[in-house]
């Protein structure tokens, strides 16, 4: 009866235990309790019969706790906390070339475990580095460009003054906060990961060229409206067209729009056109910061959806599948602010999506 007990509390153990090691324990230990010889269940687990006398030791000892596999404390770190943190610093802050690395602009495991070695006298291995690596929080990453021509000040400025103060939405002295922003959608824009056939790569055909269809939107902050036009071109003259369109979506109220720099934006023929059309007011992004605006989201997220990973041989196969992307999303106004609109909390935007 004692036996069956112990058998069935083993069992039980086995259909909960994910872990591969403490799996094979507890089978070897339910084999003994079911009287099959040692030198059998050797055999089928493809273990020593010294290893299946410990594991049955061990559980005549403490039970199915005497199974559980303990972990080593290990060695102790060969770097100090103050080293690890001064190499974390090095690796983030400097390149491979600024401590004495010629020519070589890019940290690898190889060029860690060199400067390991050369500035503390401590080898790892490869396999050693990468591990220290993840226990320093560090990863294997792509990194991700931003315009060295940006000004910083101008850009905190705008995100802890400016901003806040379009606020001014909420009290009617402003009704609309339009976002504008325009981009060339390409016959194949880039590639993406997609799930695929393991060991395989789906194929992409190309002709090598770039066609593709010029847009200009604007996204409505608080409302999640989309307005949007495609044209062959980008001149004063488009702008403007797509002006009085936005006009005629929003017949009435004041309209703020923030927009960035470009040379269409800041034409002469607007001044005439702005000085008919009051309540229409620009606000200009700092120069060179795209993060600012949230139709860059928008343009994302097209690209994602309809462009990448996707050969067009017509510019109307673009322009067909650009028009069914904006109708689709046009009609989740909700969803529009909740992935592009950027989160105000205490006066400061507090994310950019």
Not at 227 to 235: C, F, K, P, R
């Amino acid at each position: 009866m004692e036996n069956k007990e112990a058998l069935s509390a083993v069992e039980e153990r086995l259909k909960s235990t994910k872990d591969r090691r403490m799996y094979e324990r507890l089978q070897t230990i339910r084999l003994r309790l079911m009287s099959v010889p040692v030198n059998q269940i050797a055999t089928i687990m493809c273990r020593s019969e010294r290893t299946i006398r410990k594991y049955i030791h061990a559980y005549e000892k403490d039970g199915i706790s005497g199974l559980i596999i303990r972990v080593s404390p290990g060695r102790s770190p060969r770097l100090t906390k103050a080293q690890r943190d001064e190499l974390k610093r090095v690796i983030v802050n400097q390149v491979p070339a600024d401590v004495g690395f010629t020519a070589r602009f890019n940290w690898t495991l190889q060029l860690i475990v060199d400067y390991i070695e050369r500035t503390y006298g401590r080898k790892y291995s490869l396999r050693g580095a990468s591990k220290l690596m993840e226990h320093m929080d560090m990863s294997y990453t792509k990194p991700t460009y931003t315009l060295d021509a940006a000004d910083s000040v101008k850009q905190k400025q705008f995100v802890e003054e400016t901003f806040p103060a379009l606020k001014k939405v909420e009290d009617g002295e402003i009704d609309h906060l339009l976002f504008e922003d325009e981009s060339m959608i390409r016959d194949y824009q880039a590639l993406q990961r997609t799930w695929f056939e393991k060991g395989k790569q789906r194929v992409i055909r190309t002709t090598g060229k770039h066609r593709g269809v010029k847009l200009l939107s604007t996204v409505d902050y608080c409302k999640g409206n989309i307005v949007w036009h495609e044209d062959e071109e980008y001149t004063a003259e488009t702008f403007l067209n797509f002006l009085n369109k936005v006009l005629d979506v929003y017949p009435s109220g004041n309209i703020t729009m923030v927009l960035d720099n470009a040379r269409i934006h800041h034409a002469k023929m607007l001044e005439t056109f702005l000085s008919k059309n009051k309540r229409l007011t620009f606000v200009f992004l700092p120069p060179y910061s795209p993060q600012l605006n949230i139709v860059e989201g928008l343009w994302k997220w097209l690209k994602g959806d309809v462009i990448n990973n996707v050969f067009y041989h017509t510019v109307a196969e673009i322009r067909n599948n650009v028009r069914s992307f904006m109708e689709s999303v046009m009609k989740e106004p909700q969803v529009i602010i909740d992935r592009l609109c950027v989160r105000m909390e205490s006066d400061k935007i507090v994310e950019h999506l």
